[in-house]
């Protein structure tokens, strides 16, 4: 048997697409895909050497649930140094990347019942994280992407218990000013709400400044868990290292119940990490950005000549989260239907809104060369000129 729990649990159409496309690959097909959020640059030099070191010097054994003293005093000074945030080690948990932390952190913040608020569009595991501690979603309209003060108090109910933010979001690009994050956090202190900061593309801003919805006050800071990790920023998708600073109580329950599920995250991606962040090297970030800007910008100019296509232009991460509802035609109804009639006749990989939380778009991310680019922009005008003649 399989528990209710299990079987209440949806699959990751992010993965199931990025899978399928993979397959195909392998079959030979020539498929472009802009399913995963994943860099397609490689980790830096210094931190490969880093993790080479550890090996060779056999730091190869457990280490504390929590994460090394090292690395746990590193993210203290990246957060105060990078985010004007005064945390000590004990308010930080490592763990096997940022979706564990956030998993976990859930599961010890969200009683039976108690209600999540999550802005939609959205990354999907929120919501299943959510169903997996018997919260319940609470589904929240953006304008521009973004919720506002006014939407999110007409939300609140002596219920909620926690709202997710992510700033810049998956899959959207959107980024919150300091003064919308003012006006939230205001809310959120008011009414005594968690806040869930997923921070994980902070680094990947084209012109706007990242901003920390803890850094605004101690009184939303005690209420605010920080999650944050290594595998946008350094191109570590592969290591599976994260971290999250907040409330002592908060983080000392998830070590608690790391204790039990993974214990220590992996010894040797652990003094990676701590190179990551001590050894900084900021051209190869700059490097980076500068290039998803022009992936970014060609991406965005080719979707809005395409007709029967709407897209606005992302501030950050790297996806666009392009409106085709208008080219729902000829069998098509969903973007599950677009994006699977995609993939079979032109073998462009693309996940589809409703994953997200939106059926009318679809997510594209440009964390691949300009030449796939290319050839999958070409692709997918020619689908939608079939659509529209």
Same mark, same amino acid.
């Given at each position: 048997?399989?528990?209710?729990?299990?079987?209440?649990?949806?699959?990751?159409?992010?993965?199931?697409?990025?899978?399928?496309?993979?397959?195909?690959?392998?079959?030979?097909?020539? !498929?472009?895909?802009?399913?995963?959020?994943?860099?397609?640059?490689?980790?830096?030099?210094?931190?490969?050497?880093?993790?080479?070191?550890?090996?060779?010097?056999?730091?190869?054994?457990?280490?504390?649930?929590?994460?090394?003293?090292?690395?746990?005093?590193?993210?203290?000074?990246?957060?105060?140094?990078?985010?004007?945030?005064?945390?000590?080690?004990?308010?930080?948990?490592?763990?096997?990347?940022?979706?564990?932390?956030?998993?976990?952190?859930?599961?010890?913040?969200?009683?039976?019942?108690?209600?999540?608020?999550?802005? !939609?569009?959205?990354?999907?595991?929120?919501?299943?994280?959510?169903?997996?501690?018997?919260?319940?979603?609470?589904?929240?309209?953006?304008?521009?992407?973004?919720?506002?003060?006014?939407?999110?108090?007409?939300?609140?109910?002596?219920?909620?218990?926690?709202?997710?933010?992510?700033?810049?979001?998956?899959?959207?690009?959107?980024?919150?000013?300091?003064?919308?994050?003012?006006?939230?956090?205001?809310?959120?202190?008011?009414?005594?709400?968690?806040?869930?900061?997923?921070?994980?593309?902070?680094?990947?801003?084209?012109?706007?400044?990242?901003?920390?919805?803890?850094?605004?006050?101690?009184?939303?800071?005690?209420?605010?868990?920080?999650?944050?990790?290594?595998?946008?920023?350094?191109?570590?998708?592969?290591? /599976?290292?994260?971290?999250?600073?907040?409330?002592?109580?908060?983080?000392?329950?998830?070590?608690?119940?790391?204790?039990?599920?993974?214990?220590?995250?992996?010894?040797?991606?652990?003094?990676?990490?701590?190179?990551?962040?001590?050894?900084?090297?900021?051209?190869?970030?700059?490097?980076?950005?500068?290039?998803?800007?022009?992936?970014?910008?060609?991406?965005?100019?080719?979707?809005?000549?395409? /007709?029967?296509?709407? !897209?606005?232009?992302?501030?950050?991460?790297?996806?666009?989260?392009?409106?085709?509802?208008?080219?729902?035609?000829?069998?098509?109804?969903?973007?599950?239907?677009?994006?699977?009639?995609?993939?079979?006749?032109?073998?462009?990989?693309?996940?589809?809104?409703?994953?997200?939380?939106?059926?009318?778009?679809?997510?594209?991310?440009?964390?691949?060369?300009?030449?796939?680019?290319?050839?999958?922009?070409?692709?997918?005008?020619?689908?939608?000129?079939?659509?529209?003649?």
């Amino acid at each position: 048997m399989i528990s209710k729990r299990a079987q209440n649990i949806s699959p990751s159409q992010t993965l199931t697409i990025t899978a399928k496309a993979k397959l195909m690959k392998k079959e030979g097909k020539d !498929v472009v895909s802009f399913g995963a959020g994943e860099p397609d640059f490689d980790t830096p030099d210094y931190i490969k050497e880093a993790a080479y070191e550890a090996l060779k010097s056999g730091f190869t054994k457990y280490t504390p649930t929590s994460g090394i003293p090292e690395l746990k005093q590193a993210v203290c000074d990246k957060l105060k140094k990078e985010n004007g945030l005064d945390y000590i080690p004990s308010q930080i948990m490592i763990s096997t990347g940022a979706k564990q932390c956030l998993y976990e952190i859930i599961q010890v913040t969200v009683n039976p019942g108690d209600e999540v608020i999550i802005p !939609v569009p959205s990354w999907g595991s929120y919501e299943e994280m959510v169903k997996v501690a018997e919260g319940k979603v609470v589904f929240l309209p953006t304008e521009g992407f973004k919720i506002t003060a006014s939407s999110l108090e007409k939300a609140i109910t002596p219920k909620t218990r926690l709202i997710i933010l992510s700033s810049p979001s998956n899959p959207t690009g959107a980024m919150y000013g300091e003064e919308e994050l003012k006006e939230i956090a205001a809310l959120c202190v008011r009414h005594s709400i968690f806040v869930m900061s997923d921070e994980v593309y902070e680094k990947l801003t084209y012109g706007k400044k990242h901003v920390s919805i803890a850094s605004l006050g101690e009184d939303i800071k005690k209420l605010t868990i920080v999650v944050n990790g290594f595998s946008k920023t350094f191109a570590m998708t592969g290591w /599976r290292i994260g971290y999250c600073a907040g409330p002592e109580d908060i983080i000392k329950a998830a070590i608690n119940l790391q204790d039990h599920m993974t214990s220590n995250t992996n010894s040797i991606a652990q003094k990676a990490a701590v190179a990551a962040l001590t050894k900084t090297d900021p051209a190869f970030i700059n490097k980076m950005v500068e290039e998803y800007r022009k992936r970014r910008d060609y991406m965005v100019k080719t979707l809005q000549e395409i /007709r029967g296509v709407s !897209v606005h232009t992302p501030d950050g991460a790297f996806y666009v989260f392009a409106d085709v509802s208008r080219l729902y035609k000829d069998g098509i109804h969903t973007s599950v239907d677009f994006c699977k009639k995609l993939l079979d006749e032109k073998l462009v990989a693309i996940i589809p809104g409703s994953a997200f939380g939106d059926d009318r778009y679809i997510r594209l991310s440009y964390a691949t060369s300009m030449e796939q680019i290319i050839k999958g922009l070409k692709r997918l005008g020619e689908f939608a000129s079939s659509l529209t003649h």
